[in-house]
Nanobody
Framework: QVQLVESGGGLVQAGGSLRLSCAAS????????MGWFRQAPGKEREFVAA????????YYADSVKGRFTISRDNARNTVYLQMNSLKPEDTAVYYC???????????????WGQGTQVTVSS
């Protein structure tokens, strides 16, 4: 069992930056691939980024590639999402997820956080 708690969301102007954190409980954090997803009002949850167990490989949605960076610190049981050059269309609730597969598909993730709101004003 893994519990995930996101933090770092907030209100930022377009062009600004935020860093999201996701702290995981338990001693098996390094055995999970981690992902970030987001969901805007009235839209389906969409993939943002994923990182392998070791952190050696990362994968991004085209919409955030070059602006967002996912990283993890297995010693601290934490995964991060650095978001730069934010746009109004990045506004959403952001969720972190843990799973056995390094994937962009939500159903492959077993554990989810409660989400953190990111709002980008124009």
């Amino acid at each position: 069992q893994v519990q995930l708690v996101e933090s770092g969301g907030g209100l930022v102007q377009a062009g600004g930056s935020l860093r999201l954190s996701c702290a995981a409980s338990g001693r098996t954090f390094s055995s999970y691939a981690m992902g970030w997803f987001r969901q805007a009002p009235g839209k389906e949850r969409e993939f943002v980024a994923a990182i392998r167990r070791s952190g050696a490989s990362t994968y991004y949605a085209d919409s955030v590639k070059g602006r967002f960076t996912i990283s993890r610190d297995n010693a601290r049981n934490t995964v991060y999402l650095q978001m730069n050059s934010l746009k109004p269309e990045d506004t959403a609730v952001y969720y972190c997820a843990a799973g056995g597969s390094y994937s962009s598909t939500p159903r492959t993730y077993d554990y989810w956080g409660q989400g953190t709101q990111v709002t980008v004003s124009s």
